[in-house]
């Protein structure tokens, strides 16, 4: 075969190829942390563990407050968005019934069992203060993503079990 006739066919093999090649690359899903650039191979090697323990609230952030809830079996510390209506209204009335009743948004890692039961028990709470909650999944890295931008009402921290 004369190498004029070969080049047709190779320029054909290698926009299919090309094209195949994009369309592999175009299905596969990369999901990235909005805040630290993490990826989910990042979560699994614990890069992002070591993220969130240099992670601070910054000193100019006076629109969040660290509140711990009492209850009979256990301690819920939460972080509140006092710029959101239902955090505000968290951080004004804590431990009172509202009458009111503030919509609150509480995000959770739907991927975290435990973590996700945890905040379905302070959800109860605060429907029980007389709040009108919304608890919403979302994907790890979408979740600490809203966290670490503020999208939220308020989010649980940490539940400790009273002695």
């Known amino acids: 075969m004369k190498p ?5 066919p190779l320029t054909i093999l ?3 190829l090309s094209g195949f090649f994009l369309q592999t690359i175009n299905f596969l899903e990369v999901k990235t942390d ?3 650039s993490a990826t989910k191979s990042d979560y699994k090697s614990g890069g992002y563990d ?3 323990q240099k992670f601070q609230l910054p000193p100019a952030a006076n629109n969040y407050e660290i509140l711990s809830l009492h ?7 939460v972080l509140v968005n006092t710029e959101k209506e239902g955090g505000a209204s968290a ?3 804590m431990g009172t019934k509202v009458t009111a009743h503030p919509k609150m948004i ?11 039961a945890h905040t379905e028990e302070i959800a109860a709470l605060f429907k029980d203060k007389g709040y009108a909650v919304e608890t919403r999944p ?7 993503s809203l966290v670490h931008s503020g999208r939220f009402d308020l989010v649980l921290l940490e539940k400790r079990v009273s002695p």
């Not at 004029?4 to 047709?8: N, V, W």
């Not at 209850?71 to 510390?77: F, L, N, R, S, W």
């Open 4 to 8: 004029r006739k070969l080049i047709a």
């Open 14 to 16: 290698f926009i299919f």
């Open 34 to 36: 909005a805040v630290s």
């Open 50 to 52: 070591r993220f969130l």
């Open 71 to 77: 209850e009979k079996k256990a301690v819920y510390t």
């Open 91 to 93: 951080s004004e009335y």
């Open 106 to 116: 509480i995000p959770y890692d739907k991927e975290d069992a435990a973590y996700t």
């Open 138 to 144: 979302y994907d790890t890295l979408m979740f600490r």
